[in-house]
């Protein structure tokens, strides 16, 4: 009986520390479990707020980008009213011109030939590059009155009377002038304008195409100037090849030129080489504020005055 009891209480025993180690063992495997679904959640925690800061930034960067559009298409509708507006000026002076074109008697779509001759009348000896509007007088008063007779006369014959004119005409070369009458008086106007682009502002010859076209600067005076500021070629003196150099130097518009200083336009012609040296830009900004500030009538009148675009006596 005694040894039983001992037994019982051994097994007890036994059974106690069994228990134990059972307990301890589920409650380290429970710890485990749940540092295990701790840092899974912890890692997701994480990756889920990298993620937001990520779409954060993303929802900043589509309002950047939606502010940049719509500032982008701000700009767009007032470059299309602003093309609106240009695009009904055209419309007018289209209709402008063709009314003075109608009045002129030049149907639209004329050729050179059909229209200039039109435009001019065969007394105007000032479509003759190196002719101005004094030089003209002169000639008229020698009896020389129209192309017909211009064509006619002999350069050593225009030279004198120069000559006698005073030492002011003396400088202008005449050798050209029967040879560009002839062609106005045949009705070759393509001829003329050929040959006036290869024409210095005095009617000499020079490296071709560095003076604009007499007839075409007179016709566009006479129809109507261009209403594009970037035109420089409407400045008596200048033609492609000086704009084009004028442009290079950073001076783009009438305006431009109205501000920049004879000195410094001499400076980008002599810049420009030895052709361009010759041209005398004494009178461009002058005429180019005119022209930009659209006092197109007192432009008109103050080129007449110019001798090739250089004031009598310059």
Not at 4 to 25: E, F, P, R, T
Not at 178 to 205: F, H, N, T, V, Y
Not at 206 to 231: Q, R, W, Y
Not at 274 to 285: D, K, M, Q, V
Request: aromatic residues 8%; glycine residues 8%; negative net charge.
């Amino acid at each position: 009986m005694y040894n039983k009891i001992i037994l019982l209480q051994i097994a007890i025993a036994d059974c106690w520390w069994w228990w134990l180690l059972a307990s301890l063992g589920a409650f380290l495997l429970g710890l485990l479990l749940g540092w295990w679904l701790w840092y899974k959640y912890r890692r997701r925690v994480t990756e889920l707020e990298a993620e937001m800061d990520k779409l954060r930034a993303d929802l900043t960067a589509c309002g950047d980008k939606n502010k940049e559009l719509e500032y982008k298409l701000e700009e767009l509708r007032k470059a299309d009213a602003n093309l609106k507006i240009k695009l009904q000026n055209c419309e007018a002076d289209k209709a402008i011109l063709s009314n003075k074109l109608e009045a002129a008697g030049i149907a639209l779509g004329a050729t050179p030939g059909e229209s200039y001759g039109v435009i001019f009348k065969s007394d105007n000896l000032q479509i003759v590059e190196g002719i101005g509007a004094k030089i003209e007088q002169v000639l008229k008063k020698a009896g020389i009155t129209n192309w017909a007779q211009l064509a006619n006369a002999k350069s050593d014959d225009l030279t004198r009377i120069l000559e006698e004119a005073g030492p002011t005409y003396r400088i202008h070369d005449p050798a050209t002038w029967p040879q560009q009458a002839r062609l106005a008086q045949e009705g070759k106007w393509d001829e003329l304008i050929a040959l006036q682009k290869s024409l210095g502002s005095a009617g000499s010859m020079v490296e071709e195409g560095a003076t604009p076209s007499k007839v075409e600067k007179m016709a566009t005076k006479i129809l109507g100037f261009s209403n594009n500021p970037e035109d420089l070629k409407i400045i008596e003196g200048i033609g492609p090849k000086i704009e084009q150099l004028l442009k290079d130097a950073g001076i783009n518009t009438w305006t431009d030129l109205s501000m920049t200083s004879v000195q410094r336009l001499r400076e980008v012609l002599d810049a420009g080489g030895e052709s361009f040296r010759l041209a005398n830009p004494g009178t461009w900004p002058r005429q180019a504020e005119l022209a930009a500030a659209g006092k197109w009538g007192e432009l008109s009148a103050y080129q007449d005055f110019l001798d090739g675009g250089v004031e009598p006596g310059a």
